[in-house]
């Protein structure tokens, strides 16, 4: 079964057209399909645009929110109502194009686990769009280990036990491939067409550069020391306290073997702060590590996943015996 997901924001003028696009493609396929749009707190006439397509067809899930909460939680809470084996995340606003979708499935097939478009050809502005999105790609592939060019397309196609295994928040979908590292997926990316907006404005501006940036700390924490923070926290603590205690150790030497009056150095002033801070950072690790311990040990996870076993207490991981 296939699960598309569409966050959906003011889109009222576009989601009929997309229907029907989306329906034709999907009908096409010849297999078990829903369509689940998530109205993400629309103030236009979205909701009602909405319930009329879905009166008339129960494969058209909708799901409101209250309030506007963001692509990242109408992404998240499709992905927790979908029950498709494949799950495809699209945006509502017509740029991207349901035409692709079974490109995506067919390199799906070839045993990958996310699948994301790239718009090759986008067509947005230069210097507001493309030109922070090309950086923000580069930034992210680079930090994060997994080469995409293009991060910020919504098109993608997930297998829906990779999709499912995350709480998204903030604005953390477009780093699901990164995240998906951490557990041995296999991603790759293929072209995917890009349409210009007929109707309604984009959601987005520059400031969002701001947050992609703050984001990209965070997705490089979770994946290389989620489940060793002190190696972070006291690495660097370790680092300012031994400067500290090396500046503190030249000025103890100045004074009583140079007679040199230290009290009114600068240098005094750093290194007590250099031993601060190392102090203050350590401790922050060392409870970091408690935190992390507490999180697997209470909720029963591992900090594994394991993809097959043989021979192990007579049966491999889809059940059959051995």
Known sequence: MISVVIPAYNEEKNIPI???KLKRVLDALGEDYEIIVVDDGSTDKTPEVLKELAKKDP???VIRFRRNYGQTAAIYAGFEHAKGDVIITMDADLQNDPEDIPRL???LSEGYDIVSGWRKDRKDPFLSRKL???IANWVISRVTGVPLHDYGCTLKAYRSEIAKRYRLYGDMHRFLPALAKRFGAKITEIPVKHHPRLYGKSKYGIDRTIRVILDIFLIKFLNEYITRPLY???GIGFILFG???LFGLYLTFLKLFMGQDIGHRPLLILSVLLILSGIQLISTGIIAELIVRTYYETRGE???IIEETINLDGERRDGSHT
Request: glycine share 10%.
């Open 243 to 245: 400067l500290g205690v």
């Open 302 to 304: 591992k900090p594994y």
């Open 18 to 20: 997309l229907y029907e």
């Open 105 to 107: 499935l067919e390199k």
């Open 59 to 61: 494969r058209l899930k």
């Open 132 to 134: 922070p999105s090309k």
């Open 232 to 234: 972070v926290f006291g």
